[in-house]
């Protein structure tokens, strides 16, 4: 693993990933990150004044390679820390899995090429307790054809649950595609249409 599961490995694990002791790192203004836990696992919640960069689950083989490629493009560190978008990210995500309010109001900042921007600006309008295929969305974006790219988009989201990627299913009304994992995105539409119908 990545050394993220544990509280207690959190810091450790930028050590090993970054290179260097959370500490010591001096940018002009880092990113923070905080980890959340929840009913689906420990997730790694990321943000700078800007907005939310990244919320992913820790145990996603792919979120080290997304915290390296957002430090990479935004020229500048990841440290444990507080953050008020963070604190507002931990809130917001309690009520979703509480039931309690399943909408979210915290500032967003992704990271990715105007296609990817514009896809996951269409996620964002999938109302709580409903879903759409690939095709739909391709055809939102201009394209029919670009199913493909349009679940290539989805797959590099790097704020899940908030940019709902898990509402986008395959025509036939069948799951795929989740980085979280399936079962992640059948318990998230599950959760969410028993709210909804409430």
């Known amino acids: 693993g990545s050394g993220f599961e544990s509280e207690s490995g959190f810091r450790e694990a930028f050590t090993k990933i970054f290179g260097e002791p959370p500490t010591t790192a001096r940018t002009r203004?880092?990113?923070f990150a905080e980890r959340i836990d929840t009913p689906l696992g420990a997730m790694?919640?990321?943000?700078?004044?800007?907005?939310?960069?990244l919320l992913e689950f820790i145990d996603r083989r792919a979120t080290e390679r997304e915290l390296s490629i957002l430090r990479k493009r935004l020229r500048t560190n990841v440290v444990p820390g507080e953050h008020p978008h963070l604190t507002a990210a931990r809130q917001q995500l309690g009520d979703y899995f509480s039931?309690?309010?399943?909408?979210?109001?915290?500032?967003?900042?992704p990271v990715g090429?105007?296609?990817q921007?514009?896809?996951?600006?269409?996620?964002?309008?999938?109302?709580?307790?409903?879903?759409?295929?690939?095709?739909?969305?391709?055809?939102?974006?201009?394209?029919?054809?670009?199913?493909r790219a349009v679940g290539r988009?989805?797959?590099?989201?790097?704020i899940c649950?908030?940019?709902?990627?898990?509402?986008?299913?395959?025509?036939?009304?069948?799951?795929?595609?989740?980085?979280?994992?399936?079962?992640?995105?059948?318990?998230?539409?599950?959760?969410?249409?028993?709210?909804?119908?409430?």
Do not use: Q
Request: proline fraction near 4%; include cysteine; charged fraction near 25%.
């Open 117 to 147: 921007l514009r896809a996951w600006k269409i996620l964002r309008s999938i109302p709580v307790g409903e879903t759409r295929s690939y095709s739909w969305m391709a055809k939102r974006l201009g394209d029919e054809n670009a199913r």
């Open 44 to 53: 790694i919640a990321v943000a700078d004044n800007e907005g939310l960069r």
């Open 29 to 31: 203004s880092p990113m």
């Open 161 to 198: 649950v908030v940019i709902p990627c898990h509402r986008v299913i395959r025509a036939d009304g069948t799951l795929c595609g989740y980085g979280g994992g399936l079962w992640r995105k059948k318990w998230l539409l599950d959760h969410e249409r028993r709210c909804a119908t409430k």
């Open 113 to 115: 090429s105007d296609f």
């Open 99 to 109: 039931g309690k309010n399943l909408e979210f109001d915290v500032p967003l900042a």
């Open 153 to 158: 988009a989805n797959g590099t989201n790097m």
